[in-house]
């Protein structure tokens, strides 16, 4: 099978990153219109789109990494500066992870949304915010990044708001808020930009006439860098202006699942990583002298997020909080410039997806199926649902960096390279933000098995298969544990596999090679 | 004429022909915006309207007059030195005919305000006597 | 002259007259045949403006003299970028309003129908504007024999109305020379008014002070037009541009006038734009308009005297440096347009108005060029490396930004009006908080608002966003940073109203999962079409919005052609 | 299932695959008894009890291992370049002797938990051999692992999966232990991952260069980090508060490999990363040596027979990481006294070992006729423990009294200090003795699993420390085995005396204790005077004032920062909703008629007045 793939021809090659865009394009323009109970025809639609764009992205994958192409497309779009689409080794990191993740989170959630209404509209733009990703890890140039990182939000907001009760309303109210003034903050940076050095194309070591204009006037360079950060990291999460995260918290759970883990979140940093290395190049940054003052914040982000976690009685409140601080370790990779730091930084980006979509799509299970919405509920739930909580638990040991598990390597990856930059006491917050890890979530996997659940609600006991010897074993809906495991047993092959031939950590350490030479 | 002549006797001024009417034009005008800007009857704004595009249309006569008067070069084909310039005349004509017409549309709107005030009006009263009555011819929105 | 080259010409006199003539002959016909009427006219224009545009972008301006009378006394039609775009918006949007209008009558306004014939279904004799008749086949059951004339939904007028001043409006756009422009506005001021009037009992008051703004702007536009006459000596645009820059060069004393003339019309036609402290007739007058007529009067009524507006700066006073003053004072009423616009959006409880502000707020948008067209010197950047701005290219940005934004607006607030007024007309009411839940029964509706907010609040991939960036790139270019944090203010704050007009309708339920109690739509016996196909028209639109947001590069190709510069 | 490699056939498996199998066996076990869950539970228990059966056999491959790799031959070496950072294996000098150990250790528990009838089997056994399994795997892996990373996913996976095992009986003080267990291993694991990415970032990423690039930076914090993490695995002092409440909670095979095998990771660990330090040295030597006795003083006043074996344990490791810092102190010494310390900890190991499985064994079969051989288990595992001549012990604590002749401590000579700890270990011998012959008695028919693999761990005792100590532990000096003890008169007292000196102390605290002398609280006989875990209290207490301090104090930084954003966001938005209201008053001003006709009226004449002059002026 892979065989057939890599034999796409040259020529075809370009027309891979618009078929990527579009196809998750058409995917929604077909949901949209569909009516509500056509749930086959739309389940088919979703689902051959998912599976198609993990194919071409696996076609991708060889040609991109191994030999080198650059496959690109271009339409004009302003005056002077077009559209382009292109595919360098961590567009195609980002593309993967989403593409892969996408296909997860379909299933997942044509089990969870089974009995709720709004679904065509749902699965719409959830196919819309797909699109989005593709182009904003595709996008070739600042301009294409800004419109794919502004159509990100515009279409999120229905996915935050989908529930439609007030509180759903407000929290998406709030997330526009800050979205728009993020992408706002982008919108001037790069216009200023533009003014100065034309259309920025991104390009290994940074755009062409950026370096003459951070040592021709640094002042206006600072403030475009400044504004640009600021702007991709109200999506990143970063500290001051992490507020919509946790709030955001009341959309369903595959929308949690994917945008907070995955797209939204992951756009923000990926914008960040693309602007420190393509836009500015990190000799300028560092001549800037904006690394260390970016380094500063991602690590107090990272302690900040933990504490937070750490006085969240609601999982997916915890989970969010543990999101903005994992986020703010690619930054902290990214900030310290070695090869080591960069691909440990660059790779958590897909191991802290793997792992945080386990802990989300885990959350979702338990507040569907046993209704446990607060770390208390979830006592004794191993022996109810054993199956989930082994997944969970998975994620919980990659989150505290425990060796089996992705977060391990990643961890491994940024301590050592911090070692090599000129910050080694990075590697004290890596290792305080460790313990905080375990201090939050060590109790919640021993609440999981080690607990026995005092008092089991009568009407969370769903007829578990009645021949069961414990009749606590509650029946996992198939549609929502699948995805679970899958994500749960990649965080544990990536973790352990993590010198194979293709694996992140390598594409990663290519792409920091590339970068810093 | 009065006030022409208490200008000349100032004799501040020598007026040529064409800058009187311009004057006279200008205040017309002023007096007819100001009056239309700040009557609340409806009727007297109507009229006001009028003298305000009398006013206007003066002015451009007199502006007619100062082009045919300086036979400017630009001018070109009319001819010098009688009376008005032709093309602005013809820019009067269609003022006028404009003014016109935008009279008339307002005087049917006022009509239909004023109707629907009086209906309003009768109704609030018969609604006094005879309370059952009322509702049915009300505006059914 | 080529045969294609004639047909284009044929077509750029059509385009003008041929509404006219619809809408004098709809004047004849019978309700349902104006509606056919007014259909095949909108396509056959639409048809029309096509040859134009493509003849246009290849970089050909057109020009026509009607019958053959060469200027000054004759009537030139010039069809430049400018007005070609202008004319393609305007058809487009015309386009869909009729079909729109002809789908669901009832739109088109309410009509007062005497008690008398309400018994006899015979041909009553209307009491409305005009004395065409109207022609009712629905059985009438009469509730008891009052005397008192009763309302009516729809009114037939609507369509010679609107004909009529779709053909003033391409008048202003193609005209070649001051007066047919002042001749074309009065022509789409009179059917604007009457348009409103069509709203019934509400909106007469407001078109009266719509009537009287109308007849003060175009007066002081007169004035101006008679002193630039003076001065120049003829009416042409172009020629009595060149004119004017000839008297700058020699510093003329006449120079005087034309600044006073320019004054006046700049003055007169902000009052027709509604800039702010001249904006209060538009919120009456838009939002009581029928459903079908307030996308019109915001879309395109108000774009005719901005268009009127570039002509004179750009091409008639080719800015001259007297006009600062002008030029600042008037920017200055753009931005606080933008802010005062936006507040009291902010602040409305009912849809329409809170979209009428919307438009007073984005007509700010469209004055915060005209300091840039003064000093469009690149000093600011000339320090900087890499600067690869030549001269005019900050003029081009400026213009090609308005231009875009106000294309932009124009199918967008089209949409968002025709969808509002369908929620108005289908559950009576547009209080917003009334409004709660209603976009659950018409995912089409809010899809359309939503796709129109994004144009509005300038979102990537839309004209909005296009007119944004070039016009804040050439602000930076000329040094002009105020222009940015106006930009960004107006994204925040239009972001905030529409949120304001949307949110509400994707309320499913109350916190704690209990159902909403939905609005009950009213019956409506005699407008099936309503919850009919109907919907697709502001769908069209809307998506329009957002689809065009990939001509930018097309349409400042456009504006080149026949550019002043 | 697999089938049990027969030992003859050793040409069917090629040496080089004697690290995987088995690393690898017990993890397909766990796993199939993982599985095993999905089944109907009435064929999950079933073959949960057969795999229960099998689990002892998965030791074989590593026992295997640990006879035939010669270090530095082929099967000793192993590298597998996709695992983690590109893993390497390796068994070398100090890692073949306790592999065995470990390997007879886990075998003998899996086989005292599962060779036995079903109604004297534990309950959920095939969750507690799952567990074991697992640790075992960790256990070996630590030995076996050749690099830093692999080195800590073993360790991590031992820890852990210890966790599952101290919880097994979920009474509320393994609840307890347990979650001292997992806090204190948590801040172990923290501080040893930060100490491992010190040392590989000084370029020691290949354990055998690991200790001397651990020199080259940051020494005292890796030394500091070191000390800490392994610390907690071996119980020295501070930190050994989790090893008496983990003992008698967990079930008795467990905590015999608890102490025999997991506790000596510690040791393997601190062998390969410590790099040498004068002063690191003198710490661990006092720490060392305080946990020896003082441990003795604790353990005598226990009741729990299990608990004093702790505490048995806790001496024992104070005696071998006082070794270890020798090794550090004096660097050209290092070579005797690591081999002197894995000698005695094999000795440890097994004696210890015995002891614990002993303690059930002598619960059910001290009467009838397999009475005698137990009583002569017992004596003989407690003379071992103790050092009596001609006992492993006796060679263990030669050997290590040889390599650190000629060391100081405070004036006193090193090698005559440590026979006072085998007097120590004498008397908690004595108290254990007392203890479990009061403890109460279950006699039970028919001998089985639980018998064989006590008397295979006590003839494992006796026989395996001495061939460990000839052929396998090269004595640098002289290039071949240890120096055995020779028989003369000298060797053999020096071996008697501390025990004589033990015998001797017991014998007046039984007559004090007789004749009412000691204080009430010393002698009562069921709660124990300081309770197990003794220095836990206070440490317990100083953790959670340290947190709850840290916690509001943080929690106080938060409130005050939130409240200072929250009135500043009510000043901005009462700022806004001002503006606002005074924007909408204004524009309702200019409202009517009037007020717009007035206003357009002022705006013509302004600026028509403004632009003319400015016109004006210009021309």
């Known amino acids: 099978m892979v065989t057939w793939l890599e034999q796409i021809p040259a020529e075809l090659l370009p027309a891979i990153p618009v078929v990527m865009v579009l196809l998750s394009l058409t995917a929604a323009v077909a949901i949209f219109p569909l009516p509500e109970n056509s749930v086959k025809l739309r389940a088919g639609i979703n689902l051959t789109a998912a599976v198609a764009k993990v194919l071409l992205i696996i076609a991708l994958v060889p040609a991109v990494v191994a030999d080198g192409a650059r496959p690109e497309f271009s339409a004009p779009f302003l005056p002077g500066i077009d559209l382009v689409l292109r595919v360098d080794p961590l567009a195609l990191f980002f593309a993967g992870l989403s593409a892969l993740l996408w296909l997860l989170t379909t299933i997942y959630a044509l089990g969870y949304l089974r009995g709720s209404k709004n679904k065509s509209r749902f699965f719409g733009f959830f196919s819309l915010c797909v699109t989005a990703t593709v182009g904003i890890s595709f996008s070739g140039n600042l301009i294409t990044f800004l419109v794919f990182y502004e159509l990100l939000t515009v279409v999120t907001y229905p996915l935050v708001a989908h529930w439609g009760t007030p509180a759903s309303l407000r929290a998406a109210r709030i997330y526009l808020r800050y979205a728009l003034g993020g992408g706002l903050a982008v919108l001037i940076g790069v216009v200023w930009l533009t003014m100065y050095v034309g259309p920025v194309d991104f390009a290994d070591g940074g755009a062409e006439g950026v370096s003459e204009l951070v040592r021709a006037n640094p002042v206006p360079a600072l403030l475009i860098f400044v504004l640009l950060v600021g702007g991709l990291g109200v999506k990143a999460a970063l500290f001051p202006l992490h507020g919509w995260l946790p709030l955001a918290m009341v959309a369903p759970a595959p929308v949690s699942a994917l945008l907070h883990a995955v797209a939204v979140v992951k756009a923000g940093v990926f914008g960040i990583v693309r602007v420190l290395h393509d836009v500015f190049g990190v000799e300028a940054a560092a001549e800037l002298g904006v690394l260390t003052p970016l380094l500063i914040l991602a690590a107090f982000t990272i302690l900040y997020g933990s504490y937070q976690a750490l006085r969240q009685q609601e999982i997916k409140k915890r989970l969010a909080y543990s999101t903005i601080s994992q986020v703010s370790y690619v930054v902290l990779g990214v900030a310290m410039v070695n090869v080591l730091a960069t691909s440990g930084g660059i790779v958590h980006l897909v191991h802290q997806g793997l792992m945080k979509v386990t802990l989300f799509f885990c959350a979702g299970l338990f507040a569907e199926v046993i209704r446990a919405h607060t770390v208390s509920q979830l006592r004794g739930a191993g022996r109810r649902m054993p199956l989930t909580s082994a997944a969970f638990t998975v994620g919980a040991f990659g989150m505290i960096g425990l060796p089996p598990t992705a977060g391990f390597i990643s961890k491994w990856q940024l301590g050592t390279g911090a070692l090599a930059s000129e910050h080694p006491w990075v590697l004290w917050v890596l290792v305080g933000s460790s313990l905080l890890n375990a201090a939050y979530f060590l109790p919640v996997v021993y609440a999981l098995w080690f607990v026995d659940a005092d008092e089991v609600a009568p009407e969370t006991l769903v007829s578990g298969d009645a021949d069961s010897a414990d009749p606590l074993r509650v029946k996992e809906p198939k549609s929502l544990l699948a995805p679970a495991l899958i994500t749960a047993g990649l965080t544990l092959f990536v973790g352990i596999a993590a010198s194979l031939a293709f694996a992140p950590l390598q594409i990663a350490r290519f792409i920091a090679e590339g970068v810093l030479g | 004429m009065m006030l022409a002549q208490w200008a000349l006797s100032m004799g501040a001024v020598e007026l040529t022909q064409m800058q009187w009417y311009l004057l006279v034009g200008t205040a017309i005008a002023v007096i007819g915006l100001v009056r239309m800007l700040l009557t609340r009857d409806l009727l007297a704004r109507l009229i006001a309207l009028n003298v305000t595009g009398i006013g206007s249309l003066m002015i451009i006569l007199a502006l007619a007059a100062r082009t045919a008067e300086s036979g400017d070069a630009t001018g070109g084909t009319e001819a010098a030195g009688s009376g008005i310039d032709p093309v602005l005349s013809a820019l009067v004509i269609t003022g006028l005919v404009i003014t016109v017409a935008f009279t008339g549309l307002g005087a049917v709107l006022i009509r239909r305000i004023e109707g629907a005030q009086d209906a309003e009006r009768a109704h609030t009263l018969d609604d006094v006597h005879d309370p059952e009555r009322s509702g049915d011819a009300g505006d059914r929105e | ?565 | ?619």
């Open chain 3, 1 to 565: 002259m080529t045969a294609p080259m004639s047909l284009t010409l044929f077509c750029l006199a059509a385009v003008v007259l041929l509404p006219l003539l619809a809408s004098a002959l709809s004047v004849l016909l019978g309700t349902a045949a104006r509606r056919v009427m007014g259909v095949i006219t909108s396509v056959t224009v639409l048809g029309l403006v096509t040859p134009i545009l493509i003849q246009v972008t290849s970089g050909q301006t057109l020009e026509l003299a009607l019958g053959g009378f060469e200027s000054p006394l004759g009537i030139t039609l010039r069809a430049d970028g400018l007005s070609a775009l202008f004319l393609a918006m305007t058809a487009i949007v015309g386009a869909v309003v009729s079909c729109y209008a002809a789908a669901r009558p009832a739109a088109t306004g309410k009509r007062l129908v005497p008690a008398a014939e309400q018994r006899r279904r015979s041909h009553p004799a209307d009491a409305g504007i005009g004395a065409e008749a109207t022609a009712h086949r629905e059985a009438r059951s009469v509730v008891h024999a009052d005397p008192s004339p009763v309302w009516r939904a729809g009114h037939a007028g609507f369509w010679p109305l609107w004909l009529g001043c779709w053909s003033g409006l391409n008048a202003v756009f193609v005209s070649g020379d001051l007066f047919n422009t002042y001749v074309g506005l009065e022509l789409v001021g009179l059917t604007a008014v009457a348009l409103v009037a069509l709203g019934g009992r509400d909106a007469w008051p407001a078109a009266l002070r719509y009537l009287f703004i109308a007849v003060l702007g175009s007066l002081l536009f007169l004035i101006g037009v008679a002193l630039i006459y003076s001065v120049t000596g003829t009416l042409d645009i172009i020629a009595s541009g060149e004119v004017i820059a000839e008297l700058a060069a020699s510093h003329d004393a006449d120079l005087a006038a034309v600044v006073l003339a320019l004054c006046l019309i700049s003055l007169g036609l902000a009052l027709k734009v509604a800039l702010v402290p001249l904006h209060r007739w538009l919120i009456p007058a838009h939002s009581s308009a029928p459903s079908a007529v307030s996308p019109l009067l915001s879309a395109l009524v108000i774009k005719a005297a901005l268009f009127v507006l570039l002509r004179v700066w750009l091409w008639v006073a080719g800015p001259l440096p007297e006009l600062v003053i002008l030029a600042w004072v008037l920017a200055g009423m753009g931005a606080v347009a933008i802010l005062v616009g936006s507040v009291m959006a902010l602040r409305q409880s009912r849809l329409k108005p809170l979209i009428a502000y919307s438009t007073v707020a984005q007509a700010g948008y469209w004055f915060l060029l005209l300091p840039l067209l003064l000093d469009p010197e690149t000093t600011a950047l000339e320090g900087q490396t890499g600067t690869t701005l030549e001269d005019g290219a900050v003029l081009a940005g400026a213009l090609g930004g308005t231009v875009a934004l106000a294309l932009g607006h124009g199918l967008a607030k089209a949409s968002l009006f025709l969808a509002a007024g369908h929620l108005k007309d289908l559950y009576g009411t547009d209080e917003i908080d009334e409004l709660r839940g209603a976009g659950r029964a018409h995912p089409m509706l809010v899809m359309s608002m939503g796709l129109s907010a994004v144009g509005l609040i300038g979102l990537p991939l839309s004209l909005g966003f296009t007119g944004k960036w070039l016009l804040a790139t050439s602000a930076v270019a000329a040094g002009h940073y105020w222009i940015l944090v106006v930009l960004v203010a107006g994204t925040l704050f239009s972001a905030a109203y529409l949120l304001k007009a949307v949110a509400p309708l994707l309320v499913m339920s109350e916190d704690d999962q209990t159902a909403l109690t939905l609005p009950q739509a009213q019956t409506h016996p005699d407008d099936r079409a309503l919850t009919g196909k109907a919907q697709l028209a502001p769908f069209v639109l809307g998506l329009l919005t957002v689809l065009t947001g990939f001509l930018g590069a097309w349409l400042t190709g456009v504006l080149e052609v026949g550019a002043p510069w």
């Open chain 4, 1 to 619: 299932m697999l089938a049990t490699p027969a030992l003859s056939s050793l040409s069917l498996f090629s040496p080089s695959l004697l690290i995987p199998l088995s690393l690898l066996t017990p993890l397909v076990l766990v796993l199939a008894l993982g599985l095993a869950g999905l089944l109907p539970p009435g064929q999950a228990f079933t073959l949960r009890r057969r795999l229960t059966l099998f689990a002892p056999l998965a030791v074989a491959p590593a026992v295997l291992l640990a006879l035939l790799a010669e270090p530095g031959s082929d099967p000793a070496a192993l590298e597998v370049p996709w695992l983690l950072f590109g893993a390497h294996f390796g068994v070398d000098l100090y890692a073949r002797p306790l592999l065995l150990i470990a390997a007879l250790l886990y075998g003998a528990a899996l086989l005292a938990i599962s060779w036995i009838k079903l109604r004297d089997a534990e309950r959920g056994s095939g969750a507690l051999s799952a567990f074991l399994l697992l640790s075992f795997t960790g256990n070996i892996g630590t030995y076996l692992a050749a690099d830093a990373a692999s080195f800590y996913l073993a360790f991590a996976l031992m820890s852990f999966s210890a966790a599952g095992l101290v919880i097994h009986y979920r009474t509320p003080a393994a609840r307890r232990a347990t979650r001292v267990y997992l806090v204190m291993s948590v801040l172990s694991e923290t501080a040893i991952l930060a100490a491992l990415i010190l040392v590989t970032s000084a370029g020691g990423f290949l354990l055998t260069d690991s200790a001397d690039a651990a020199g080259t930076a940051h020494t005292g914090l890796i030394q500091g980090l070191l000390i800490f993490g392994f610390g907690v695995k071996a119980g020295t002092v501070p930190l050994h508060v989790w090893l008496p409440l983990a003992h008698p909670a967990a079930p008795p095979a467990a905590s015999a490999v608890l102490s025999g095998a997991m506790v000596k990771a510690g040791l393997i660990g601190w062998l390969r990363f410590l790099p040498d330090g004068e002063t690191a040295g003198a710490v661990l030597l006092a720490l060392a040596l305080t946990g020896a006795f003082a441990a003795v003083v604790l353990g005598v006043l226990q009741h729990d027979p299990k608990v004093v074996l702790a505490y048995s344990t806790i001496s024992q490791m104070g005696f071998i990481t006082a070794l270890v810092a020798v090794g550090l102190m004096v660097p050209d010494l290092q070579a005797a006294t690591s081999a002197a310390a894995v000698i005695y900890a094999v000795h440890h190991g097994l004696a210890k070992g015995a002891l614990f499985l002993g303690v059930p064994v002598v619960k059910h079969y001290a009467r009838g006729r397999t009475g005698s051989l137990v009583l002569l288990g017992m004596l003989g595992a407690g003379l071992a423990v103790a050092g009596a001549p001609l006992t492993s012990g006796a060679f263990g604590k030669y050997v290590s009294k040889e390599a650190v002749s000629g060391i100081e401590v405070l004036g006193v000579g090193l090698d005559q200090l440590l026979p006072l700890i085998a007097t120590g270990s004498t008397l908690l011998l004595l108290r254990f003795a007392a203890v479990i012959w009061a403890a109460d008695r279950d006699p039970r028919r028919r001998a089985d699993g639980e018998l064989f693999s006590w008397l295979g761990v006590c003839a494992a005792g006796i026989l395996v420390p001495w061939v460990i100590g000839a052929r396998w532990v090269t004595d640098p000096v002289q290039a071949e085995g240890v120096a055995m003890p020779s028989w003369e008169p000298s060797t053999l007292w020096d071996a008697t005396w501390p025990i004589l000196l033990g015998i001797l102390l017991a014998g007046l605290a039984w007559g004090a204790a007789r004749c009412g002398w000691l204080p009430a609280r010393l002698s009562s006989s069921e709660k124990a005077a300081i309770p197990p875990g003794d220095l836990l209290v206070a440490e317990e207490s100083l953790l959670r004032r340290v947190g709850s301090g840290g916690g509001t104090a943080l929690d106080a930084a938060h409130g005050f920062t939130s409240s200072a954003a929250e009135r500043w966001g009510s000043f901005f938005s009462a700022a806004a909703e001002r503006g606002r209201h005074g924007v909408s008053w204004v524009e309702a001003r200019l409202g009517g008629w009037e007020s717009t006709g007035l206003t357009l009226v002022m705006l013509l004449s302004v600026v028509t007045v403004i632009t003319m002059l400015v016109a004006g002026r210009i021309l």
